[in-house]
């Protein structure tokens, strides 16, 4: 039997691996290159630029209404599930991660038709999500999709909770709080997402909130893609500046606007990029138009 001494320091010993097993990896040190394709609203991919790892952050492509507003028709690859699991099919990828902040329409509307698609494709995906969202709220649409929770949803179907990772090959991502609501009731979410040497901040659709000066601390992020429509919803252009600042970010692209009536028009890509540079001038921000790829190094 264990003496109290020895039972505390053996206590002591376990307790401190845990926590280092918890530590988040450290930022990459070198600086990679990623490049991002904009979908509209609040959809958008990354990939590395041999696009042997892809992150599609939310699921609303070939109904997103984003193009509208900008005049730009959509090219063929994203109007419809087929069209876009034989697009990324074409690329042959060795890890595709669907990454999901939350359940509302203009970010699930396209999730239950793309997931089967792509893995009729016969796609090395996976997807992930708030853990109680997965687990719970969406099972009955899995089933009804006939999709197997345990091989495609991350962590054996358990997905991830706040501070928890997903790993998929050389994607890394952990769940990060968003200040928003959700149609089922369970947590909204950002993602951190390593992929090609870059780490990104997701901020899924959120408001400014103070812990984000501390998110950026732990995870030290080099690009943040933050949601900048206002109106209704979410934060507007001069929050998302100071979310950018608060991050520490280099580089920032605006998205989550002109898709819907509710929220800012195609200016606000702008009017962050104006607010940027008044808030966090050593920041650079690329405003994009839907269906535009840009890489950042």
Known sequence: MLSRGDFLQTTAVAAAGTAA?????????????????????????????????????????WNNTGWTAFGIEKPPELQSAAA????????????????LTHDHGDHIGDYF?????????????????QSDLMRVGL?????????????????????MNFGGETTHGTIHAW???????????????????????TRVYASGDTDYFGDMRDLGKRYQPQIAVVCTGNGAFTMGPNDAAMT???????HAVPVHYAHNPL????????????AVAKTSP????????????????
Request: proline residues 6%.
């Open 84 to 99: 876009y699991a034989a697009h990324l099919k074409s690329r042959n990828p060795q890890f595709v991660l669907v990454a």
């Open 21 to 61: 097993s918890r530590e988040v990896a450290q930022a990459p040190a070198g600086r990679g290159k990623v490049k991002m394709r904009w979908f509209g609203g609040g959809v958008y991919e990354l990939a590395t630029l041999d696009d042997s790892a892809i992150v599609l952050v939310d699921a609303w492509i």
């Open 113 to 129: 038709e793309l997931l089967p698609a792509l893995v009729a494709a016969g796609l090395p995906v996976m997807t992930t999500g």
């Open 139 to 159: 099972v009955p649409k899995f089933k009804v999709a006939n999709l197997d929770m345990a091989t495609l949803v991350a962590n054996k179907g358990a997905a």
């Open 282 to 297: 050593q920041t650079t921000v690329t405003v994009m138009h839907p269906g535009q790829i840009i890489t950042i190094a």
């Open 244 to 250: 950018v600042k608060a991050f520490g970010v280099s």
């Open 263 to 274: 929220v800012l028009g195609i200016h606000a890509g702008d009017q962050f990029a104006a």
């Open 175 to 197: 769940l990060v709080p968003a200040v928003h609501s959700t149609g089922l009731g369970y947590p909204p979410a950002g993602f951190i997402i390593d992929i090609g040497g």
